[in-house]
C-alpha cells in the first residue's frame, strides 16, 4: 500500500512514520515545506500553491492528512488561512483527483467546540453539533471536515476524521498533566497509534474522537461543571494521592471526552490514561 503523509516533518508526522516502518508492508512518501533526511521518497510541497500539491497523490492509494498550524505558537490568521484551510483543500482536490482510496485527516476536538449544552451535556460525543470557539484555528479544522463531505459529494473521496485532544510535548508541571489526561491532554504517541488503526481500518467517512478517554457518564455532566472532585473519586478513590502531594483536584472538568466510538469502529485503546497514569504513581 502507498501511503503519502502530510506534514512529516513535525512530531506526530515523525511518529507516524516510524510507527509505519515497524509495522511494515507500507510504501510511503513524504512530505513537507522543508526537506527531511529520510530513505523513504520525498516531496517537498508548500499546500497553499496548487501547483505543488497537485502531483502529491498520484499513484497514491492512502493519504495521511497531518499537516497544521496549532495555536500553541503565535501565527497570523493568514498562515491559518493558507496551512490549514486552503492548504487541506488542496491536499483534498489532489487525493480526488488521483482517486485515491481514502483520505485520513488529523481534525481535533476543536472542531467541535468546547462548551457543553443541555442537549448535549458533558462528557462529550460525535453526536454533539459541531460550534468552533472563538479561535481561526477550531473554525479551520472544521472546515477541514466539511472539505471532507464536499469531496466525498463531488469525487466520492472516502475520508476519516480524527479529532484529537492536545498532544504536543510540554514541560509542565507533572501533576497538573496528570490531570489534563481527565479533560483533552494525551501523548502524541497514542494519537499515533490512532492514525494506524484507522489506515488499517476499513471505516468510511466517520469522524472519531480520539483522546485519552474517560469513565464518566451523562449522568456526571452536571456535577464535572460543579462538583468534579466527588465524581473523580467515584471512578478513581486513589485521587487523593494528589491532595498528598499538595494539590488539590478540581471543582470543574470541561470539556471531556467519551471514546466509544473510536473503540468501537477502530479498537482504539489509550496506552496513557488518567487512570494508568495514576496507577503508576499510586502503586
Same mark, same amino acid.
Given at each position: 500500500?502507498?501511503?503519502?503523509?502530510?506534514?512529516?516533518?513535525?512530531?506526530?508526522?515523525?511518529?507516524?512514520?516510524?510507527?509505519?516502518?515497524?509495522?511494515?508492508?507500507?510504501?510511503?512518501?513524504?512530505?513537507? !515545506?522543508?526537506?527531511?533526511?529520510?530513505?523513504?521518497?520525498?516531496?517537498?510541497?508548500?499546500?497553499?500553491?496548487?501547483?505543488?500539491?497537485?502531483?502529491?497523490?498520484?499513484?497514491?492509494? %492512502?493519504?495521511?492528512?497531518?499537516?497544521?498550524?496549532?495555536?500553541?505558537?503565535?501565527?497570523?490568521?493568514?498562515?491559518?488561512?493558507?496551512?490549514?484551510?486552503?492548504?487541506?483543500?488542496?491536499?483534498?482536490?489532489?487525493?480526488?483527483?488521483?482517486?485515491?482510496?481514502?483520505?485520513?485527516?488529523?481534525?481535533?476536538?476543536?472542531?467541535?467546540?468546547?462548551?457543553?449544552?443541555?442537549?448535549?451535556?458533558?462528557?462529550?460525543?460525535?453526536?454533539?453539533?459541531?460550534?468552533?470557539?472563538?479561535?481561526?484555528?477550531?473554525?479551520?479544522?472544521?472546515?477541514?471536515?466539511?472539505?471532507?463531505?464536499?469531496?466525498?459529494?463531488?469525487?466520492?473521496?472516502?475520508?476519516?476524521?480524527?479529532?484529537?485532544?492536545?498532544?504536543?510535548?510540554?514541560?509542565?508541571?507533572?501533576?497538573?498533566?496528570?490531570?489534563?489526561?481527565?479533560?483533552?491532554? !494525551?501523548?502524541?504517541?497514542?494519537?499515533?497509534?490512532?492514525?494506524?488503526?484507522?489506515?488499517?481500518?476499513?471505516?468510511?467517512?466517520?469522524?472519531?474522537?480520539?483522546?485519552?478517554?474517560?469513565?464518566?457518564?451523562?449522568?456526571?455532566?452536571?456535577?464535572?461543571?460543579?462538583?468534579?472532585?466527588?465524581?473523580?473519586?467515584?471512578?478513581?478513590?486513589?485521587?487523593?494521592?494528589?491532595?498528598?502531594?499538595? !494539590?488539590?483536584?478540581? %471543582?470543574?472538568?470541561?470539556?471531556?471526552?467519551?471514546?466509544?466510538?473510536?473503540?468501537?469502529?477502530?479498537?482504539?485503546?489509550?496506552?496513557?490514561?488518567?487512570?494508568?497514569?495514576?496507577?503508576?504513581?499510586?502503586?
Amino acid at each position: 500500500m502507498k501511503v503519502l503523509i502530510t506534514g512529516a516533518a513535525g512530531v506526530l508526522g515523525h511518529a507516524i512514520t516510524e510507527m509505519l516502518e515497524a509495522e511494515g508492508g507500507y510504501d510511503l512518501r513524504l512530505t513537507d !515545506m522543508a526537506p527531511i533526511e529520510t530513505a523513504h521518497e520525498f516531496m517537498a510541497a508548500d499546500l497553499a500553491d496548487y501547483e505543488q500539491v497537485e502531483p502529491l497523490c498520484q499513484g497514491v492509494d %492512502q493519504v495521511l492528512h497531518i499537516a497544521a498550524l496549532h495555536p500553541w505558537k503565535q501565527y497570523t490568521d493568514e498562515q491559518y488561512l493558507d496551512c490549514n484551510i486552503k492548504g487541506t483543500y488542496n491536499l483534498m482536490r489532489s487525493a480526488a483527483e488521483a482517486k485515491v482510496d481514502r483520505l485520513i485527516y488529523t481534525s481535533s476536538v476543536a472542531s467541535m467546540g468546547y462548551t457543553p449544552t443541555a442537549e448535549h451535556p458533558l462528557p462529550l460525543d460525535e453526536t454533539k453539533p459541531c460550534f468552533p470557539d472563538d479561535h481561526i484555528y477550531s473554525v479551520s479544522k472544521h472546515v477541514g471536515e466539511q472539505f471532507c463531505h464536499l469531496f466525498h459529494r463531488t469525487h466520492r473521496l472516502d475520508w476519516v476524521a480524527l479529532r484529537p485532544g492536545c498532544f504536543i510535548p510540554a514541560d509542565e508541571n507533572e501533576l497538573w498533566w496528570g490531570l489534563a489526561l481527565l479533560v483533552m491532554r !494525551m501523548t502524541f504517541s497514542d494519537v499515533a497509534h490512532a492514525h494506524l488503526l484507522a489506515l488499517q481500518s476499513d471505516v468510511r467517512n466517520e469522524a472519531l474522537l480520539i483522546t485519552a478517554g474517560v469513565p464518566f457518564t451523562r449522568e456526571d455532566g452536571p456535577a464535572l461543571l460543579s462538583d468534579a472532585r466527588s465524581v473523580i473519586l467515584k471512578y478513581f478513590p486513589e485521587a487523593t494521592w494528589f491532595e498528598e502531594q499538595g !494539590m488539590e483536584l478540581p %471543582q470543574v472538568v470541561s470539556p471531556t471526552y467519551r471514546i466509544d466510538k473510536a473503540r468501537e469502529l477502530i479498537g482504539y485503546e489509550p496506552r496513557v490514561s488518567f487512570g494508568s497514569w495514576l496507577a503508576e504513581r499510586v502503586g
